[in-house]
């Protein structure tokens, strides 16, 4: 069955430099998650779209923005990247529908290094 | 605000042993109770809990809602190596949240 991809699965970038992560959800879910999570910590919600409108928003830095395309692939960018943005960025989907969302199927994620 | 409170935040065991891992929560507007296990990439699922008493099962693991006393458990028998990760439990979107809220996650070691 297809599960939710990820690109790139490593990335390593300089300070300062820019970003761009994408995520395309599992067919006919209509939701998308972005989390961070740091070495060590829990993931943190960045933002979320629901039918290619922002949902909700979390701890998304400034710096950051996120939209989701038509065909519902969602792209995390950053810029301006800090040493501490070096983390583990993964997306999940799930079908929300209209009685409620079904669970949440994640990515492998993308591990960014800034250097 | 919904809340998810996992226990143990750690817990190291031998190989053999059953483990109990809980987690409670508080939400606006209950629907489910999903668990992942979160080795060294994103989580992976494994169960969604809807009602309560309804043992769900794959394996060796197993997982049960208790929707009157808001706690959920996840037990492992008869641990492996592999059964080594961060075990995570989330609440989907309920109420005004538009958001998965985990919990902190029970870090499982799992000695040979």
């Known amino acids: 069955a297809a599960g939710v991809i990820q690109s790139p699965r490593h990335l390593i970038k300089e300070k300062r430099e820019t970003a761009t992560l994408k995520c395309y959800p599992i067919?006919?879910?209509?939701?998308v998650y972005w989390y961070q999570q740091g070495p060590g910590q829990d993931p943190q919600f960045l933002i979320s779209?629901?039918?290619?409108?922002?949902?909700d928003k979390g701890s998304i830095p400034d710096r950051f923005s996120a939209q989701q395309f038509s065909d519902y692939h969602s792209e995390l960018n950053m810029s301006s990247l800090e040493l501490g943005d070096s983390a583990l960025y993964f997306c999940?989907?799930?079908?929300?529908?209209?009685?409620?969302?079904?669970?949440?199927?994640f990515g492998q994620g993308t591990r960014l290094t800034v250097v | 605000e919904d809340k998810v409170v996992q226990s143990p935040l750690s817990l190291v065991v031998h190989e053999g042993d059953t483990v109990t891992l809980n987690c409670s929560y508080e939400v606006t507007n209950f629907r489910s109770l999903l668990w992942y296990k979160q080795e060294k990439k994103a989580p992976t699922f494994l169960f969604m809990l809807?009602?309560?008493?309804i043992e769900k099962k794959s394996g060796r693991l197993s997982s049960i809602l208790d929707k009157k006393e808001l706690f959920s458990i996840l037990n492992i028998t008869a641990t492996q190596t592999g059964d080594s990760a961060i075990y995570l439990c989330?609440?989907?979107?309920?109420?005004?949240?538009?958001?998965?809220?985990f919990g902190s996650g029970t870090q499982l070691t799992v000695l040979p």
């Open positions: 989330a609440v989907p979107p309920s109420g005004s949240a538009r958001q998965l809220t």
């Open positions: 809807t009602s309560s008493g």
């Open positions: 067919p006919r879910h209509d939701t």
């Open positions: 999940a989907s799930s079908f929300r529908g209209q009685s409620g969302n079904t669970e949440a199927f």
């Open positions: 779209f629901y039918e290619k409108m922002q949902s």
